[in-house]
Each structure stands twice: as C-alpha cells, then as structure tokens.
C-alpha cells in the first residue's frame, strides 16, 4: 500500500485532471448558484465523490469532511477535502483554482496536497518531514519591510464590506501591497512559493486552508488563527503570514 502523502500526491492529480475534463466538456446546468457569488458546478460534486470513493477504499475507517457533502462521520481520524477552491474562477476558464487535501489525526493536520492544475503546480507536506513541489524548493520571502510586502485578501459575503475595505485601507497606510484572486488556496500557494508576504481572510472554511496551512507551517510561515478542532465545525478567521512582517501585519488586521 502506497504511503499516505503519496496517496495524496496521486489523488490530487487525479482529481485536477477530472475537473479539467469536466469543464472542457460542460453543458447546460453545469453551474448552480448556493448563494450571492457563490457557485458549486457539477465537477465540484463530481470530483469530491472521487475522491470520496478513493478514500474510502484506501482508508475505509477514515472519515471526510468535504466542501460539498458535508462530514461522513466522527473520529480521530479525518480527510479535509476541497474538490475545487475557486469554483468562481474555475468556471469561467481562469487559472486560479485548486484542489485541496488534507489529513487530520487527532487534531493535527499531518498531511496535506495541493493540485492546481491550470497552473501547473504541485505542492504538499508531512507534519515534522518539511513541504516540497514540482516547480521547485518551497521557501518563504526574507521580506522584512512592510512597505515591499505583499497581502493577498480573502473575501466571502460573511465578511461586512467596511470591515474589509478598512482591512485594506490599513494595509496601504502600512505601504504594504494587496491583491485578491478569489482562491484562498492559489493566494496561500504565492507565500508558499516566496511570492507574496500574508494572506488574511475573516471567516474561511477549513477544507479552504488546513492543507496549506500545513504547508505552510513546514515552511516557517507563522499562523494566526484558532485551534484545528475549533476550527473544523464553522471555520474562522486565519493569517498567515513571513516572520518578517508579522508585527505589521498584526497591526493591520487587528485582534482575531
């Protein structure tokens, strides 16, 4: 039986290869809307139940909390899964989106994989064995001066809007950058790969981040946000962001 992070190195790849095939070959009714810009497509569904179906035959006495389907079941051991981060992208042929895989062991993320397809990227990390990828060593910005840092934003309709423009307004007053691409997974992959300096979200969801945030933490990146248990019933707020502007960036986002 192949090791657990290979496993999850295969099935991400296999799950970016469904939702590209899915697209190139959408119909009629191949987007629903769940709420105000917020989208599920049939290759939503259609790759968490692959990767449903490949868990439980791999793993049969794991659980799985998906994006789609909900939990399965309750026990230490459990499978975060994001069949698509950034169905909104996604659907209109741009390249940000991601599947997201991580495993979760009494409390403890231990493993997790990135695939995002359109972008070519690999990434994943064992708990206490560090984070690699395809496209090269996974290493952090040195970055120590907020006025060239970066922050990539989240954003959801659980957010308020004035909450969020003040974040930025704060961000700029610090001389730091911002972008947001609507895909908390590609956001976090650009810290990852020494792209950007932060990302902040007010309410995320924990099959959107736990697999980076694990990638992340093997990287030395620092994490702001509750506890792994805490945070898997109704997300919550979470930063991520280099060692070397963190203090700025807990001034800009204020208390979690």
Not at 107 to 121: M, Y
Not at 171 to 178: K, R, S, T, V
């Amino acid at each position: 039986m192949q090791d657990r992070l290979t496993f999850i190195q295969n099935l991400s790849a296999e799950a970016g290869a469904l939702a590209q095939d899915l697209r190139s070959a959408q119909g009629d009714g191949f987007v629903e809307t769940k709420g105000h810009q917020d989208f599920v497509t049939v290759a939503d569904r259609a790759v968490e139940e692959l990767i449903r179906s490949r868990i439980a035959e791999a793993y049969p006495n794991e659980h799985v909390l998906g994006e789609e389907a909900g939990q399965s079941g309750e026990g230490p051991a459990l499978w975060v899964v994001d069949p698509i981060d950034g169905t909104a992208n996604y659907m209109r042929g741009a390249p940000d989106w991601a599947v997201s895989i991580a495993f979760v062991q009494d409390g403890i993320i231990t493993h997790g994989g990135i695939c995002a397809p359109d972008l070519n990227i690999m990434i994943w990390a064992e708990k206490g064995k560090g984070a690699g990828s395809n496209v090269g060593e996974v290493a952090l910005s040195q970055c120590q001066d907020p006025k060239m840092a970066l922050l990539m934003l989240g954003w959801s309709a659980r957010q308020t809007v004035p909450g969020h423009l003040e974040i930025i307004g704060k961000a700029l007053e610090a001389g730091m950058e911002y972008r947001r691409n609507g895909c908390a997974v590609v956001s976090l992959l650009a810290l990852a790969l020494g792209r950007a300096e932060a990302y902040w979200e007010r309410q995320v969801n924990a099959w959107d981040v736990f697999a980076m945030r694990l990638i992340l933490e093997e990287a030395g990146a620092r994490i702001i946000s509750p506890d792994v248990l805490s945070f898997i019933p109704n997300g919550g707020p979470f930063l991520a962001v280099v060692p070397g502007v963190e203090e700025e960036m807990r001034a800009v986002i204020g208390a979690i």
